[in-house]
């Protein structure tokens, strides 16, 4: 992580991505008999890239499913009339790097990197106070969140097969904008191995065990209904996304049974089913109970507290991935078209879910993801002109 007084450079970019070159050279080699000294290819050689523009960023909804690797970098603009231009700049950038142009990095193949960019609510504030968006998000409980790591102006996500990618373009991007933003703080993270659904979806698992994102806006329809903002012109076609980084109380949970375990969550570990039966996406039944009169699903277990029919919110396209550092973790990220369908389900979380009392936020913002740009129509151009 870097300090909060630090200034991103084109000396940091030459340093950083100087190194991340020389890593990748000596890791890139393979004894080949036939062939060398020849470098083996990287894994984004291999993968299909994602268009950059289009309606809607990259990066949210596509590719399918999300890549295993993330780096989330959010940054302060030190004066909020420079957002415009900024984003235009960041916007070609992300262009050419996503289409391997970009001499920054340093032959690396994109294959299916993803850039996705935000702004936080004081800019949104300044290009429209009624806008989705301009609301900071409450404080909840469980958190122990320094000032540094609360709210933002620019959230930069960048997604990869290949994680070697990943400080090279943020690099670059933070290069771009020199000394008109100020890093807050960054959080590089993983997804685990997809585990099949059923109708093509798939989800990783967590650092807890379970299946993670089985619930979201996954139909065309659904994603229409809770994800992406329809309105006003400025904002649509993009979304709203929460970032909170999260500690975990590993050795306290692995120390509960199974059967403990899966309560927790109202999920069986090994195939995400409900525990009131069913298949992995079917809707957990509530109302079932065992013949002592108690719910199959216990009443504090996260899918009843987290259900968007009791809670009464829509749904979110939720991402989980894991850290290593600062500590052993989650990095959750959630879309949606409404702030309030994440703080009214926190909100009643936050009374009785058995999952938080292993979980201490560290991080928490929240960002409009602007619409998805093209060359005639640049990055925040709707909203910054």
Known sequence: MHRADHHPSRRTFLDVTGAMAAAGLIAGCTSDSAHPGRHAPSAAATQSPVPATGRHQAGITLPQPAQPHLLAVVADLGAPGAAGPLLAELGQAVRTLTTGTDRRLLGLPPGDLTVTIGVGPRLVRAAGASLPGATDLPRFSRERIAPRTRG??????????????LPVVAAALLDQAGDRVHERWRQSARRGTNVPLGNGLTAPRNPLGFIDGIVGPHTAAEQQRDLWLAG???????TLAVVRRMELDLPRFAALSVAEQEAVFGRRRASGVPLSGGTVAASPDLGAKMPDGRYLVPADAHVRRANPAVVGAGLMLRRSYSTDEPAPGL?????QNDLRTFTATLTHMDTSDALLRFTTTTASATFLILPGFDRQHPLGSRMFG
């Open 152 to 165: 933002g102006d620019l959230l930069i996500q960048v997604c990869a097969s290949d994680a070697l990618l």
């Open 232 to 238: 006003p012109p400025a904002v649509a076609g993009g």
């Open 331 to 335: 990095l959750f990220i959630s879309f």
